[in-house]
């Protein structure tokens, strides 16, 4: 690991304005991820700035009846939240498919929105890595792309985002608050939060330098079941081939995320209005234009039987 410097934010507005003055300035809370990727030399951050003191840990209700959850808000208290079991089901369950009991202590709402991928290529410094490197190239596309997207990627980069919590936010029309290094302060809907890959993969969202979460904002509870079904590898600590987080209605109707499958959690409208005509409708739907590589082409019948599993179990 290099050496950096690190210093404590007494408030969101301080941090960024931190982060926004200081050259290779990074947050840190959890540190999950972070922490993993300076071991590694991944990512190496010339100064941190820690926000775990800043307060934002807490779940509120909003006043159009929907929920409020600080950035610092750790998976373990969310995913346990009566309010989010009772109403937000299917992010619980999310929550609790992901990482392991220790890491869920520690991850934060913010962290887990803004963790990198665990795309091979990524990972490994003597391979070429667009997202690591930018202009290195990518070696996944001509190399093992068995774990990597199959839409949404680009000649630049076909990693996928990891996170589950994401993927149940994005069904839920989760918002992200921040504040910047000015001061101000704004609202981002998930759907627009991460970038397209593009040429420039390693731009990932749409923050600025400097900006801050500050908390994830739901709307009003959906009702209906809501589902979270995850298919992995093996069945503990690891990351997503294909999940799907749903929320369906008696009549059939609802909302499908799809994880495992792109650059952020995948929804499209036209899967949502597909979903009374069967998995297969909502499948296409969700995955038209997919160009899956020769090792992951099998995602696409996954995919398909994975919605087809959450539509049997929603319906009892």
């Known amino acids: 690991m290099k050496a950096f410097s690190y210093e404590r934010a007494d408030s969101p507005a301080e941090a960024a304005a931190a982060a926004a003055r200081t050259p290779g300035a990074r947050f840190i809370a959890g540190g999950t991820n972070l922490l993993d990727l300076m071991k590694l030399e991944i990512e190496t951050p010339a100064h941190l700035i820690d926000v775990n003191g800043l307060g934002l840990d807490s779940i509120d209700k909003t006043d159009d009846g929907g929920?409020?959850?600080?950035?610092?808000?750790?998976?373990?208290?969310l995913a346990a939240d009566k309010r989010v079991r009772r109403d937000y089901a299917v992010l619980s369950r999310a929550l609790l498919a992901g990482a392991s009991g220790q890491l869920r202590n520690k991850a934060t709402t913010a962290g887990n929105l803004l963790q990198?991928?665990?795309?091979?290529?990524?990972?490994?410094?003597?391979?070429?890595?667009?997202k690591r490197l930018p202009g290195s190239g990518c070696g996944a596309l001509q190399g093992f792309s068995r774990q990597l997207a199959v839409i949404g990627g680009s000649q630049a980069c076909i990693a996928t985002h990891?996170?589950?919590?994401?993927?149940?936010m994005r069904a839920l029309d989760a918002s992200v608050e921040t504040v910047g290094a000015d001061g101000r302060q704004r609202r981002i809907a998930l759907a627009d939060f991460y970038r397209e890959p593009g040429t420039t993969p390693h731009l990932e969202t749409v923050l600025e330098k400097?900006?801050?979460?500050?908390?994830?904002?739901?709307?009003?509870?959906?009702?209906?079941?809501h589902v979270y079904r995850k298919v992995r590898d093996r069945a503990s600590y690891a990351f997503a081939l294909v999940s799907v987080a749903a929320v369906i209605q008696r009549d059939g109707s609802g909302r499908l995320a799809m994880g495992g499958v792109a650059h952020k959690p995948w929804r499209l409208q036209a899967a949502d209005l597909a979903l009374p005509q069967g998995a297969k409708a909502a499948t296409d739907a969700?995955?038209?234009?997919?160009?899956?590589?020769?090792?992951?082409a099998f995602k696409l019948p996954l995919a398909q039987r994975n919605v087809s599993a959450v539509l049997a179990q929603a319906k009892g």
Do not use: W
């Open 67 to 77: 929920l409020r959850i600080g950035a610092l808000v750790r998976n373990t208290d």
């Open 116 to 130: 990198r991928t665990r795309c091979p290529y990524f990972y490994d410094t003597d391979q070429p890595c667009n």
């Open 162 to 168: 990891p996170s589950d919590m994401a993927v149940a």
């Open 210 to 225: 400097g900006e801050l979460i500050t908390a994830v904002t739901l709307p009003e509870p959906l009702g209906g079941t």
């Open 286 to 296: 969700l995955l038209a234009g997919a160009t899956p590589t020769d090792d992951n």
